[in-house]
């Protein structure tokens, strides 16, 4: 099948599902296929990472009706995504909001900007999986028991996994980002161990920091390969 004609990329043609309502009452929408076994990927679940909504919306609206071998979740947080902010509306941090064997209810340092340290106050929420995004996540996880799950964030430019798999060695390769293993703060109650703890594989990618339009360039690409399922078996 060949690619979208560029004149014809202005809109996400594909079908989709709402599978959860954000706090603040905006639907939370899945694009592609959803038979059970189908591999996840989703982008924004911090709401002021809008490049990885951007670069993951081309890679999809490249790919022809029918194509899409994934499911699709453009914003995971768009409440966030609207607001600006990294964490949803009631400043809690989703992807700390998961329950891991490691969740803790308390505090959750960010930074302002690249300039300052992490200073900037979200939490983790009043329990594991309070807040109705992160939720609406789990449901739609155990609904599609993806064999992979990829969560797209910026802007730290690496790829991360616990350990190496098949998905990160085609990620590592295809975008010539570092592989590490974790990073160097501590991340209670994320998505990916929560995944791994259930049993799917879950890799992050890092974009790096970089402009919305090198997003596109540099993973629009990649990303849609993935996507059509060429890079992986
Ligand atoms: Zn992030």
Redesign the pocket.
Known sequence: MSDVPLAERGLVRHPVERFGTTREGRPLEVFGPLACGTPLVLAA??G??SE?TVALSAAVRTIAVGGLGWAVVLAANPDGALLGT?GNAAGVDL?RNFPTSDWRAGTVLSHWSSRTRQVVELSTGIAPASEPESAALMELIERLSPPWIL?V??PIGVVIEAEASALGDVLASETGLRRVVKVGYQTPGVLDLWATERGSRCVTL?LPRITHDEAVVRFAPVLAALLRGDLLN
């Open positions: 679940i911090h002021n990472e990885t990294r992807n969560s964030h910026a890092e």
